[in-house]
C-alpha cells in the first residue's frame, strides 16, 4: 500500500468550496470529501445531511500536493484553515474485520464473523458477514429482540419484517421454529441475507414485498424498525400475528417513547406486557 497526502481545509464558504473542487482535481488530486453531520427526522426512516454554511473540507494527493496549489488557496481564501499531512494507507475492511469478533447474543447463542474461528464457549453460532447491510447484532436493538425471543422460547412460526442481514431470522430458525418468514426491501440487504441464511444452512423464506402485502399470519411477528416506521406499519403487523401470537417491537428511542405509545394503537383490553430497555433504546412487546 502506498502513502497518501491529505489537505484538510476548515472554515469553506460555498463560494470557496466550488473553487477548490475545480482547482484541486486541476492540481492532480485524486479526491476529495466532506465531513456533514446528519439528522433523521421524527417519524422519518431517511436520514438527512445538515449543510452548515461553512464547510471542512480533506483533499487526497497520491503526491505531495504542489506549493503554488496551496498558495492559490490562501491568496484567495484567507479565512480557510489550510493543514497538509501524510497519510499511511489503510485497508479499513481489514481493519473493521479486526474489530469485529465473535461475541455472545442470547442465550448460548453466539454472533460469529464468518472469518473468525468459532469460540469454544459458542454452544450455538451464528455466522455473520455484514457486507454492506444493516445487522451485525452489536446494536442495542438487535439484542434486545434477540433476548426476547430467547426469553419467549420457540413456537411454530415467525416473521421477522425488515431482516437486514438476517440474523434474528436465522436466531429463529435456529432457535427450532418449523416457519421462519422475513421481508427486506433494500436489494443489497436481501443478497447478504440470502447469503447469511446459506452460510448457516437455515431455510427462511424471505420476501421482496413489503408487510403490508402479505397474507400469512404468525405465531411471532418481529419488526426492529425505527418508531415512526413502526407507527405508520402497525395496522400491517398487527394483522400478521395469530389470535394469541406476540408481536415485538424495537427501534424506539427512549426519548421519543411517548410519541410511539401515543401512536402505537393496540386492540382493546390489550397493553403492552413487555417494556425492556438497553442503552438509549426500547422494546415492546405485547400478545394480541
Known sequence: MNDY???????????????????????????????????????????????????????????????????????????????????????????????FQPFPLAGGFWVVPSWCETPKAARTPIAIDPGMAFGTGTHETTRLVAEELVKLGPMDSLLDVGTGTGILAILAYKMGYSRVDATEIEQEARRVAHENFALNKVQVGLDVRQVENLNAVYDIVVANIIDGVLVRIQDSLKSRVKPGGWLVVSGIIKEREPDFLAGFRLPPGKSWSVRREMGDWLLFAVQL
Open 5 to 99: 497526502f491529505v489537505v484538510r481545509l476548515s472554515n469553506v464558504s460555498d463560494q470557496a468550496e466550488e473553487w477548490l473542487s475545480h482547482a484541486a482535481f486541476a492540481a492532480g488530486a485524486s479526491g476529495m470529501s466532506e465531513k456533514l453531520d446528519f439528522h433523521q427526522p421524527e417519524g422519518e426512516e431517511d436520514v438527512q445531511a445538515v449543510i452548515p454554511s461553512e464547510r471542512c473540507l480533506e483533499i487526497y494527493f497520491s503526491d505531495r500536493p504542489a506549493a503554488e496549489f496551496l498558495d492559490q488557496v490562501r491568496a484567495h481564501f484567507p479565512e480557510i484553515h489550510l493543514g497538509v499531512s501524510l497519510e499511511a494507507e489503510r485497508d479499513w475492511l481489514a481493519e473493521w474485520k479486526k474489530s
